[in-house]
Nanobody, 124 residues
Framework: QVQLVESGGGRVQAGGSLSLSCAAS????????MGWFRQAPGKEREFVGY????????YYAESVNGRFTISRDNAKNTVYLQMNSLKPEDTAVYYC?????????????????WGQGTQVTVSS
């Protein structure tokens, strides 16, 4: 069982930056691929990016590639999402998720555990 708790959301103006954190419980954090997703009102949950277990491999959705960076610190059981050059269309609830192994890391169904989400609002 893995429990995930996101933090760091808030309101920012377009062009600004925010950094989200996701703290995981348990001793097996380094066995999980960690993903970030987001969901805007009235829309489906959308893939943002993921990071491999060792932190050496990342993959991003085209909509955030070059603006967002995912990193992890396995010693602290924490994964991060650094968001730069934010746009109003980035407004959503952001979720972190953990996948033991699925091979479907860009799909919500590929993840076993989810955090409760944190709101990010980007104003124009």
């Amino acid at each position: 069982q893995v429990q995930l708790v996101e933090s760091g959301g808030g309101r920012v103006q377009a062009g600004g930056s925010l950094s989200l954190s996701c703290a995981a419980s348990g001793r097996t954090f380094n066995l999980y691929t960690m993903g970030w997703f987001r969901q805007a009102p009235g829309k489906e949950r959308e893939f943002v990016g993921y990071i491999g277990r060792a932190g050496s491999h990342t993959y991003y959705a085209e909509s955030v590639n070059g603006r967002f960076t995912i990193s992890r610190d396995n010693a602290k059981n924490t994964v991060y999402l650094q968001m730069n050059s934010l746009k109003p269309e980035d407004t959503a609830v952001y979720y972190c998720a953990a996948s033991y192994y699925s091979g479907s890391y860009s799909q919500p169904v590929g993840y076993d555990y989810w955090g409760q989400g944190t709101q990010v609002t980007v104003s124009s």
